[in-house]
C-alpha cells in the first residue's frame, strides 16, 4: 500500500491526499507534525533528506517528494495530464511557477499567521505583495477561461487550488476576484474538494 | 525558428540555451535586460504575464515560461527523461526542488552580489544559510553517484549544474564539496558547457 507522510493542515500534503482519493487508490496517512520536529527526526531524513512533506513511500517502500513530482508521477495515464504537448508543457510551467512564485508567498504568509500564531501586521509585508500579485494573475489568467489549461481540469489546476482556496487564512482578501473564487469552486468540484 | 528572451548572466536562462545547443537546434536569442525592465513591458508581459525570463517561443509564436518546464517541453522523446517511471519522477521531484529550495538562495545570493554589486556582508545571511543547506544535500547526493537520478545524465542535472556552477559567485564555498565539483565537471562535459 502506499504510504504518505504528511501534514494535514499543509497544501503541499492535500494535493497529495486529493489526488489518491480522487484515483481512489488505498493509501495509508502518517500525520507528521512539522512543528514538532517530525519531518527531521533521522527516520524521516533515511526517507526525504531535504526533511520536507509530503513524501511518499510506493508499494515498494521507495519515497518520492515534492508535492508535484508527486502529483505527476501518479497522474500518468491520467485524463489530469494534457494529450497535447503544448498543453502538457503549459501545465508544468503553472506548476513550476506555483512553486516559484506563489507558494513561498501565499502559503508561507498563512503559515506564518496560522502555525506561528502571529498576527496580520506581523506577516512579513515582502510576503502580502508578492501573494497578491501571484493571485492577481492568476485573477487575469481565468477572467476568460474555466481551467488553467485547456478545456478540462489538469494538474495544474489541482496544484494552485491548494494554497489558493485557503489564502483567506494567510490574510489575503479573494472577494476582488471573482474568477479565480469560480474556479475555486469548479476545481473543489471536480477533485471532490469538500 | 525558436526564439528565447533570456539573460545570458542567468542560470534560468541559460539551461535553456544549453538544452537547445545540445539539441543542435537552430534559434534567435533575444537579450533581455532585467535590470532595465526588459521583461515588464507591454509586449513582454503580453508573451508571459508573469514577466520572467527564459520565455520560449515556439514556432507557432506562442509562448512557454518557467525554466525546468521548457527543459521538459524541449526533452520530450529525449535520453534526458528517464524511461523508467520511478527514475522519472525522481527527475522531477530534484527539478522541483531546485526551483524550491536551491535557486531561491543559491541564485538569489549571486543575484545580490553579481547584479546588485552588493558586498559578501549586504547579501541576506538567510540566503547563504540555506544555500549551503540546499549545497550540501547534494554533495550528499553526489557523494555515491555520478548522476542524480539512475545512470546517465537528465534534465535534472542540467537544471542543477545552472547555479550550482557559479555558486562561487554568490559567495558560497565549493572546496569542500568534492562530489558536487566532480559531478559539475561531469555534468558540463556531457551537455559541453564551456
Known amino acids: 500500500m502506499l504510504t504518505v507522510f504528511g501534514d494535514i493542515r499543509s497544501g503541499n ?3 497529495v491526499k486529493w489526488m489518491l ?14 512543528m514538532a ?3 527531521r527526526t533521522p527516520e524521516f531524513l533515511s526517507l ?3 526533511g520536507q512533506v509530503p513524501t511518499l513511500l510506493l508499494e515498494d517502500g521507495r519515497p518520492l517528494a515534492q508535492s508535484n513530482a508527486i502529483l505527476l508521477h501518479l497522474g500518468e495515464g491520467t485524463d489530469l495530464i494534457p494529450a497535447d504537448a503544448y498543453d502538457r508543457a503549459r501545465m508544468l510551467e503553472w506548476m513550476f511557477w506555483e512553486q516559484y512564485s506563489h507558494e513561498p508567498y501565499v502559503a508561507v504568509a498563512r503559515f506564518q499567521r496560522v502555525y506561528e500564531g502571529r498576527k ?51 490574510g489575503f482578501d479573494l ?9 475555486i469552486q469548479r476545481v473543489e468540484t471536480a477533485f471532490g474538494i469538500g
Open 37 to 39: 520536529g517530525g519531518s
Open 21 to 34: 482519493d480522487w484515483l481512489r487508490h488505498d493509501y495509508k496517512w502518517i500525520e507528521t507534525d512539522i
Open 48 to 50: 526525504n533528506s531535504a
Open 120 to 170: 496580520a501586521d506581523q506577516v512579513e509585508p515582502r510576503l502580502m505583495e508578492r501573494g497578491r500579485a501571484a493571485l492577481d494573475r492568476l485573477e487575469a489568467a481565468l477572467t476568460d477561461r474555466d481551467w488553467l489549461v485547456g478545456t478540462a481540469p489538469s494538474l495544474a489546476d489541482l496544484a494552485l487550488v491548494a494554497y489558493t482556496r485557503v489564502a483567506h487564512e494567510g
Open 175 to 183: 472577494t476582488p476576484l471573482p474568477a479565480v473564487r469560480a474556479w
Open 13 to 15: 500534503c492535500l494535493k
